[in-house]
């Protein structure tokens, strides 16, 4: 049996998984089997997903961000499905989960996997529900079948739902929203119905026997996560946050990759809370957290509310941040609001990397400032997080192309424009000093920082893979019939 990369890490092996990480973050080679060996970042790499473009998961590297995808019992088209994927790679998802829920689920997940350079996760536990008929009726063995089906068609990392234990059900009691994760309300309602304890737990080493044979990383799942602010940091969320510090040293003993998921919804200032508690309990093991949402009065603008949060949860040392789109707890999110949740999370994730200082993070920061008091309007659309988008709400009000020279825009206007007035005032013989940041020697040159390749544009890049722009791929058809994501609730 070949080693899991956390095996091979232990043994003082740098994998070709570790060299091509390095070189996509600027690390050391060894600084990366050191973390991996420490358990301090996970690379998920499952040996038979051969598309794979390994990338790492971890707080000393460039933070990351996951979008959710998937079909429902509507949609079960290859190409739709295909097209999801493809949604969620170009704006800049570094993993994908598929947690689809209708028909044709291995072909689907088989046709990700065929095509996706980025890591793909799942849930098992759904498959193994929509199997059963109803969560009552999940048995052990096919939980373990559904598990070992997955992770020998080359799934990178699943989400387990192991943590939530008989003896938390009666602290959800009190709460508002009670148990909003899907996983944790199936396992509450099996352990309800049967009077036994999660099966899931009872059966992790086997579990863990599997992950090790194919290299699958553990996503522990947060079955507990609070879903209204009244319910962050409960009795029930840190039970099962110390069941799942030990799931995770078991994983280690097993030589399997672990990574812990966090909430859900926490108020602004209790975020760095709950990241520092789960990586004390946790023995540093990277933490993924969906957003978490700051506030619970805003549906329809949820990307926001928990774009904050994820912002706050990198700063703390979160690893990994589960994108939300605009449609949370509304609906199916279409291919806009995929697009504007990864905006709003690669913003968060990026903003964290500056404020953690991470090397050469800043220098695309620094790249568009220059272009923008330049008036280089080009060149600041093409350094964009989002270039299409900037240039299209430019050229709604200046379209032609003079504009594209001009030193103001339709913000202030011409006479009103704070950076035109500056440049003016400096260009006279006063005491202000012309500046020089965005002349062709004294800019930023993005080529040479040292910064992780996600820290510099374009997002969405892989080398590995063929990925054209969106509107050039024919394979995908017409992108509106498109219904690329899912609710991000696992
Ligand atoms: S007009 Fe205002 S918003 Fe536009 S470039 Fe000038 S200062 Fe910036």
């Known amino acids: ?79 739709t499905e295909l097209q999801k994927l493809h949604t969620a790679v170009h704006y800049g998802a570094d993993t994908v989960m598929d947690l689809g829920t209708g028909s044709r689920l291995d072909e689907i997940r088989e046709t990700h996997l065929e095509h996706s350079p980025v890591p793909i996760g799942t849930v098992p536990l759904y498959e193994a529900v ?97 879903g209204s602010i009244a319910d962050a940091c409960d009795e029930a969320q840190y039970a099962e946050l110390d069941t799942l510090g030990e799931l995770t040293r ?61 912002a706050t949860a990198a700063r703390a040392g979160a690893a990994m941040l589960c994108y939300v789109t605009p449609k949370e707890h509304l609906g199916l999110p279409d291919e806009e609001d995929v697009r504007d949740g990864l905006a709003a999370y690669r913003i968060a994730a990026h903003a964290g990397d500056v ?42 009000t200046l379209p032609e192309d003079n504009y594209k020279e001009a030193r103001f825009c339709s913000m202030c206007g011409v006479e009103f424009c704070s950076m035109r007035i500056d440049q003016d005032a400096r260009a006279d013989d006063g005491g202000m000093e012309e500046l020089e940041t965005g002349a062709d020697d004294a800019g930023t040159d993005l080529e040479s920082s040292p910064a992780a390749e996600v820290n510099r544009p374009p997002v969405g890049v892989h080398d590995s893979a063929d990925l054209l722009p969106i509107e050039d791929c024919e394979a995908f058809g017409d992108e509106s019939d498109a219904e690329p994501g899912t609710a991000s609730d696992d």
């Open 250 to 310: 078991r994983a280690w003993a097993n030589d399997v990759q672990v990574m812990v998921e966090g909430p859900g919804h926490v108020p602004l200032h209790r975020v760095a809370e709950n990241v520092e508690r789960q990586q004390e309990v946790c023995d540093g093991a990277p933490f993924y957290v969906l957003g978490p949402l700051v506030t619970d009065v805003a549906p329809g603008y949820d990307h926001i509310t928990s774009a904050i949060g994820a």
């Open 130 to 226: 929509k199997r059963a008929g109803s969560p009552e009726e999940i048995t052990t063995d096919l939980l373990l079948e559904v598990i070992e089906k997955q992770a020998k068609q080359g799934v990178d990392y699943m989400t387990i739902h192991a943590g939530i234990l008989a003896e938390h059900l009666p602290l959800t009691d009190g709460r508002k929203t009670g148990i909003v994760s899907r996983g944790g309300s199936i396992m509450a309602k099996w352990m309800e119905e049967h009077g036994e304890q999660n099966p899931l737990f009872q059966v992790y080493d086997e579990i863990c026997e599997v992950f090790a044979e194919h290299d699958v990383t553990f996503s522990l799942g947060d079955s507990l996560r609070p």
């Open 1 to 79: 049996m070949a080693e899991t990369q956390i095996a091979a890490a232990r043994e003082g092996t740098i994998t070709d998984e570790m060299k091509r990480v390095a070189e996509r973050e600027n690390r050391e080679p060894e600084f990366v089997r050191q973390q991996v060996a420490d358990g301090q970042a996970v690379i998920p790499a499952n040996r038979n997903h051969d598309a794979l473009d390994p990338m790492i998961i971890g707080r000393e590297f460039a933070t990351k961000v996951n979008a959710n995808i998937g079909n429902s019992e509507e949609t079960d088209d290859l190409e």
């Open 355 to 396: 404020a953690n200082e991470r090397p050469g993070a800043r220098d695309w920061d620094d790249a568009v400032s220059e272009a923008r008091y330049e008036f280089d309007w080009r060149e600041q659309f093409r350094l964009a997080l989002d270039p299409d988008r900037a240039r299209e709400y430019h050229d709604a």
